[in-house]
């Protein structure tokens, strides 16, 4: 079992930064995956990065120059950096966690993430 919790999340204005934080515990040891996804009013969960165990990471092409994914090794915390914010990014953002891509997904609760105009 594995437990996520996000933090970080608030309100800023269109150009300011956020960071997401998303602590992990429980059966960790072996999460290879672990990524950050949103969700807008009535729209689909979107995967927003990703940072796999080696250090590589893929971002949506929405947020591709502006969000950075790191990851406190061994510290089990899962960053989402967010600069350059726009009030579209507006979403409740979630963290997950894996141990393979196709294995089970776990995931926080969600931090909400509004950019004012």
């Known amino acids: 079992q594995v437990q996520l919790v996000e933090s970080g999340g608030g309100l800023v204005q269109t150009g300011g930064s956020l960071r997401l934080s998303c602590a992990a515990s429980g059966s960790i040891f072996n999460i290879n995956r672990m990524a950050w996804y949103r969700q807008a009013p009535a729209r689909q969960r979107e995967l927003v990065a990703v940072f796999v165990s080696g250090g590589s990471t893929n971002y949506a092409d929405s947020v591709k120059g502006r969000f950075t994914i790191s990851r406190n090794n061994p510290g089990n915390t899962v960053y989402l950096q967010m600069n350059s914010l726009k009030p579209e990014d507006t979403a409740v953002y979630y963290c997950?966690?894996?141990?393979?891509?196709?294995?089970?997904?776990?995931w926080g609760q969600g931090t909400q993430d509004t950019v004012s105009s």
């Open positions: 997950s966690a894996q141990y393979s891509e196709d294995s089970y997904q776990y």
